[in-house]
């Protein structure tokens, strides 16, 4: 993949991704938890999507040249979650932080990795739509 002349913000971009999709796939796992019916299999679904999204970034991020981002052994939530409804307010916000991720990655030099960002961002930008149960006007963007 050619860079373009900022080689190191696309890989920038790339690790904040791939670290966005480690911290979903981790609040995933606490969510579906508490949910059942079609939220669990929803949750599941979407774990499953941020697996294999971690797995394309880091084979990104190798191509590139660069060392993929560990995840971490535990994550912060931003909130207790104790039950479906916390669990669903959960899967929003952590695809609230996945489309933050893909947005600057749409930021970059490279057309292609632009494409990739913001079509991932799109996927992400739906997720969280879903969960929350409504959409945003600019998602991504934290609200002023």
């Known amino acids: 993949m050619t860079m373009g002349s900022d080689p190191v913000s696309a ?6 991704a791939l670290a966005a999709e480690d911290a979903a796939i ?7 938890a508490h949910l059942s019916g079609t939220r669990k299999t929803a949750a599941e679904q979407d774990w499953t999507g941020h697996n294999e999204a ?3 970034l880091t084979a990104m991020i190798s191509a590139l040249g660069a060392t993929p981002v560990a995840a971490q052994a535990f994550y912060r939530l931003p909130f ?6 916390t669990a669903t307010a959960l899967a929003a916000y952590l695809e609230d932080g996945v489309t933050r991720a893909y947005l600057e990655l749409v930021a970059v030099s490279d057309p292609r990795l632009r494409t990739f960002g913001a ?3 799109q996927s992400s930008a739906e997720r969280a739509a879903f969960w929350r149960g409504s959409t945003q006007a600019f998602p991504g963007l934290e609200p002023s």
């Open 11 to 16: 890989v920038q971009a790339l690790q904040a």
């Open 26 to 32: 981790f609040g995933y796992g606490v969510a579906g």
């Open 54 to 56: 971690r797995d394309t």
């Open 80 to 85: 207790a979650v104790h039950d479906a409804s």
């Open 119 to 121: 079509l991932a961002m």
